[in-house]
């Protein structure tokens, strides 16, 4: 979430894509019904705060929805489109804050084009984008500056050629606007099987959160997150709040519902395989240094007056790590111990690790804390994977499709050789500890009833192996 559930009571317009709160998130739903109740919030002259909920199925937030849109599986794009494509034609966007405060007046280089439903840069043979015309246009004068107050060792900067007006055709403003321009009413009707009017009185609702006394937020969760295009989807619904000046203002913003207790736990954690404690990203293998590494992963700047909080201090906050699991053994001279950072040379996100048993690379897993076969995408392609293991443990309160992936339907067990280990946890309430919640708040929770029968803590479990 980039603001929290409770501000959510602070907005005039909840825009709910991919989620089901009132019955998801029903303790955080309250939030939404504080909107919705209050008489100074919602557009025009209030009224209440409208929700508007767009979903395949009719569910208990659709319910409690101002505007039910029974939308296509997987057609988000083209929604959250529209609505960005109304709200360039019409003029309605926050027009000091897209100036001042996004890359809308930036200059993208010449070279840029999207022409047959590709970008420039697209290589058909290796089917991946050279994305090097993807880049500003930039402002010598202004980068040599900027270079020269940097600190030494710094991430080298490139500052961007700007319109402040919006009219140069290469600016990102115009490219954006000649790229929407595509979605019409019409053509979001006819992809997401929205009735254009119905689109049109929620296009006309967005509209006037462009405002600096009208403010929306877009609620999403794992319907978009999981989606095989969820980066896509969630890039949408963000370049339309930022084109309404919703990002960073009270009751606005993208906010991620996280699907499952202490998902956000373990993200910030860096329990996800990319990244190291503090969202730094994990090291490539030829990144040898502490130097090379910052100089390859810090953000840099692309305008004079960025902040650029976290590129600055990147090197700081590596070096911080360091020193916070090596101590004194962590010193310049070593390069603080950079050499006992893994460096992975393979992708091991969430479908390539079942790749691998697919493949016959993998002979055995452990999974605790989720089932497989239910969280991620293409659970046909898991169960097929989880077939063509040797072993499998599964670490859970309770048995779960996964540790019965060998009877599922269609399945016969005589083929299937995978040697499955039920190993039985205790229960959340049976054991303390934190969570952290979508909001990011860290919260204390005691045990409240002892481990019942063979049940044994995972730490217990996994120090044991």
Do not use: C
Not at 77 to 86: R, S
Not at 184 to 208: E, K, Y
Request: charged residues 20%.
């Amino acid at each position: 979430m980039t603001n929290h559930w409770r501000d959510i009571k602070n907005t005039d317009l909840i825009l709910i894509n991919g989620a089901n709160p009132a019955e998801a998130h029903p303790v955080g739903f309250q939030w939404f019904l504080a909107a919705k109740n209050d008489p100074k919030r919602g557009p025009g002259s209030g009224g209440g705060a409208k929700i508007i909920h767009a979903d395949p199925r009719f569910t208990r937030t659709s319910a409690m929805a101002d505007i039910y849109a029974r939308i296509r599986t997987g057609t988000d794009v083209a929604y959250f489109g529209g609505l960005i494509n109304y709200v360039l034609q019409n003029n309605l966007f926050h027009d000091e804050y897209v100036r001042n405060y996004t890359n809308a007046s930036f200059l993208v280089k010449k070279e840029f084009g999207f022409t047959n439903g590709l970008f420039s840069g697209y290589d058909p043979n290796t089917r991946k984008y050279d994305i090097t015309s993807w880049g500003y246009q930039s402002d010598a004068a202004t980068t040599a500056a900027v270079q020269a107050q940097l600190p030494a060792g710094s991430a080298p900067a490139l500052i961007a050629k700007r319109d402040m007006t919006l009219q140069d055709p290469q600016t990102v403003f115009q490219l954006m606007k000649q790229h929407y321009s595509r979605y019409t009413p019409d053509m979001v009707s006819r992809i997401t099987g929205i009735p254009q009017d119905q689109f049109m009185r929620i296009a006309q609702l967005v509209g006037q959160m462009g405002t600096p006394d009208k403010v929306m937020t877009i609620v999403y969760a794992v319907g978009l997150t999981q989606h095989t295009t969820g980066g896509e989807l969630i890039r949408a619904g963000a370049v339309l709040q930022l084109l309404l000046g919703n990002m960073g203002r009270p009751g606005g913003g993208m906010n991620a519902e996280r699907g499952h207790a202490n998902i956000q736990g373990n993200t910030d954690h860096a329990i996800s395989w990319e990244i190291l404690p503090g969202y730094m990203q994990i090291p490539a293998p030829q990144r040898r240094t502490i130097d090379d590494y910052v100089a390859a992963q810090a953000p840099k700047k692309s305008d004079p007056h960025s902040w650029n909080f976290f590129g600055t201090n990147y090197k700081k906050f590596t070096v911080s790590l360091l020193k916070g699991w090596y101590g004194d053994a962590a010193t310049k001279a070593n390069d603080f111990a950079f050499n006992f950072i893994p460096k992975p040379a393979q992708n091991s996100s969430w479908m390539s690790i079942y790749d691998q048993s697919l493949k016959g690379k993998m002979q055995g897993l452990i999974l605790s804390g989720m089932t497989a076969t239910s969280i991620g995408p293409d659970s046909n392609r898991v169960m097929d994977a989880l077939a063509n293991l040797k072993w499998l443990v599964v670490m859970d309160a309770l048995p779960t499709t996964s540790s019965e992936f060998w009877h599922r339907p269609g399945a016969d067990p005589k083929s299937i050789q995978t040697e499955v280990f039920m190993v039985p946890t205790t229960h959340w309430i049976e054991k303390e500890g934190s969570f952290v919640n979508s909001g990011r708040w860290s919260q204390w929770k005691d045990q409240v009833l002892p481990p019942q029968g063979n049940a044994r803590h995972d730490h217990w479990i996994l120090a044991e192996l």
